[in-house]
Nanobody, 123 residues
Framework: LRVVESGGGLVQPGETLKLTCTAP????????VGWFRQAPGKEREAVAC????????TYSDSVKGRFTISRDYRKATVELQMTSLKSADSAVYYC?????????????????WGRGTQVTVSP
């Protein structure tokens, strides 16, 4: 399994951006998927994850109410819709997947990682 992130870019504070995680030739329908981010000089931070068995979602306090993780079953992808973006959201965002049913925020649980996509929020 290989995952690829897309959708990053430069936006202004308050704007919206959608990231997509794909698994070329495979699909993510049966995988728990997490989104993580890492800003320069900071530790990697879990942002959101989604279960594989029931699509239950989990969010970090820093993004709860602003970000939404969801599956697109037509495309077998996982999306991260980010609204009301802040400068503090600027980071490289990574998609990660594992074959267990329940997602979590422990990076060591995830055995497949993408290379990341840059999100920059700046006036």
């Amino acid at each position: 399994l290989r995952v690829v992130e897309s959708g990053g870019g430069l936006v202004q504070p308050g704007e919206t951006l959608k990231l997509t995680c794909t698994a070329p030739g495979f699909g993510l329908d049966y995988f728990a998927v997490g989104w993580f981010r890492q800003a320069p000089g900071k530790e990697r931070e879990a942002v959101a994850c989604i279960n594989s068995n029931n699509d239950a979602e989990t969010y970090s306090d820093s993004v709860k109410g602003r970000f939404t993780i969801s599956r697109d079953y037509r495309k077998a992808t996982v999306e991260l819709q980010m609204t009301s973006l802040k400068s503090a959201d600027s980071a490289v965002y990574y998609c990660a997947a594992h074959g267990k049913r329940i997602c979590n925020f422990d990076p060591q649980e995830y055995d497949t990682w993408g290379r990341g996509t840059q999100v920059t929020v700046s006036p």
